[in-house]
């Protein structure tokens, strides 16, 4: 099966998924990759941090499941290979949500929220983004929002730490195929 966790930058996906990943021994996460640079204080495997070039040369070879400009970089999913029997988890923005319906219908899509956009934002800047990518950042939240609604995606309030990660491992489990 494969899991796609989107939502606007600063809402707390990473943090969900990694707790997600804690608690389900089944799910893979796929990592992204991003020619951004590295955030002060970011772990080092929170993306596969590449060069333009790099990116650009596994588009041409067909190594990515879903990519797409953001902001005033590139990001994309390599092709996963997880390890047998694992549920594949993809954290990323709703451009490549659509992408991965459109090659897997059966995708189980999920949009994760902040419970509204000063928290978005506080949450933003506390991770030390300067303020003009905050302000694009909130600016992108509001066209990832709609095109979410659109999608029909299902969405978690992230409010609340341990209430959004059981809520996903309760929508994973009914999700899941019967053994």
Not at 19 to 25: E, N, T, V
Not at 140 to 163: M, Q
């Amino acid at each position: 099966m494969i899991i796609v966790i989107s939502g606007p930058g600063g809402v707390g996906k990473g943090t969900l998924v990694d707790r997600l990943l804690d608690r389900d021994p089944n799910l893979w996460l796929s990592r992204s990759w991003t020619t951004r640079a590295q955030r002060r204080g970011e772990p080092d495997d929170a993306y596969v941090f590449v060069t333009r070039d790099a990116f650009e040369e596994n588009i041409e070879r067909g190594g990515f499941l879903e990519w797409a400009p953001f902001l005033d970089y590139l990001q994309g999913t390599p092709l996963p290979s997880p390890p047998e029997g694992s549920d594949i988890v993809l954290e990323i923005d709703v451009a490549g949500a659509r992408q991965v319906r459109d090659l897997f219908p059966d995708a189980l899509l999920l949009f994760v929220d902040s419970p509204d956009v000063a928290e978005q934002r506080r949450r933003l800047e506390g991770r030390g983004d300067p303020p003009e990518k905050v302000e694009a950042r909130i600016a992108h939240g509001v066209r990832e929002r709609l095109a979410a609604a659109e999608l029909g995606l299902p969405v978690i309030i992230n409010d609340d730490l341990d209430r959004a990660v059981e809520e996903i491992l309760d929508i994973i489990a009914r999700a899941r195929p019967a053994p």
